[in-house]
């Protein structure tokens, strides 16, 4: 059974930081294909970081201010948000594709992922 547990969300000021954690078991990190996507209110669910083997994908617009990495040794995935702003506010879901994806094309979309956490909440405060 794969599990993917997410955490690490809280309130932040705007500027400030968050790293989020996302726990997995059942699958290796390494072997995967690891995404972030976030949802705020009354908007769809989006893609905002991926990595899978030794690539890394960023939405543009947490280009620069936020960065995705694994820590195989501990079947773990993270995200490292710096420079928060308000609209970055949203529940956070870490997703896991079996498949490694070298395409930005599948990294970047939902429907590769087969498997979901349960979504943290990121709040960022101006």
């Known amino acids: 059974q794969v599990q993917l547990v997410e955490s690490g969300g809280g309130l932040v000021q705007a500027g400030g930081s968050l790293r989020l954690s996302c726990g997995v078991s059942?699958?290796?990190?390494?072997?995967?294909?690891m995404g972030w996507f976030h949802q705020s209110p009354g908007k769809e669910r989006e893609f905002v970081a991926a990595?899978?083997?030794?690539?890394?994908y960023y939405s543009d617009s947490v280009k620069g201010r936020f960065t995705i990495s694994r820590d195989n040794a501990k079947n773990t995935v993270y995200l490292q948000m710096n420079s928060l702003k308000p609209e970055d506010t949203a529940v956070y879901y870490c997703?896991?594709?079996?498949?490694?994806?070298?395409?930005?094309?599948?990294?970047?979309?939902?429907?590769?992922?087969?498997?979901w956490g349960q979504g943290t909440q990121v709040t960022v405060s101006s």
């Open positions: 990595v899978a083997s030794d690539m890394t």
């Open positions: 997703a896991l594709a079996s498949t490694i994806y070298l395409s930005s094309v599948f990294s970047k979309s939902q429907s590769s992922y087969a498997y």
């Open positions: 059942g699958r290796t990190v390494s072997s995967s294909t």
